[in-house]
């Protein structure tokens, strides 16, 4: 993912949840948000208590290889993706289909300006 699609930063990240819409699942929580018709931008959130630094980095790349396709479909959004440990043994399949969960959820939501899931 080159630099234009990176979310950087604690105020873009809390920016996302101000003003998102959610969608989760057992595997992974996504926060979805506007940006304005630029192009995606996809922050990660890998908290510690997810493994050591060899955990949390296999757990980057691989949401990075899941969303890098849907990139174009992404564009006007900023995305931020939550996961746990889990996701760095869990089988491709069922991360792919657990982030499609999560997107239409999010989207249908931000659609219907309910905005967080419940």
Do not use: K, Q
Not at 12 to 32: C, E, H, P
Not at 90 to 114: F, H, K, M, N, Q
């Amino acid at each position: 993912m080159n630099r234009r699609h990176r979310l950087r930063g604690g105020p873009a990240f809390a920016a996302v949840r101000a003003r998102r819409a959610s969608g989760s699942t057992g595997l992974l929580r996504l926060a979805l948000a506007p940006n304005g018709g630029r192009p995606a931008r996809i922050g990660f959130v890998v908290p510690r208590r997810t493994g050591d630094a060899v955990i949390r980095n296999r757990v980057r790349r691989r949401l990075r290889a899941l969303l890098r396709p849907l990139l174009p479909d992404l564009a006007g959004y900023d995305v931020v993706v939550g996961a746990g440990a889990e996701v760095s043994v869990a089988p491709w399949s069922g991360l792919t289909r657990d982030l499609g969960v999560c997107l239409a959820g999010a989207r249908l939501r931000l659609e219907a300006g309910s905005g967080r899931s419940r």
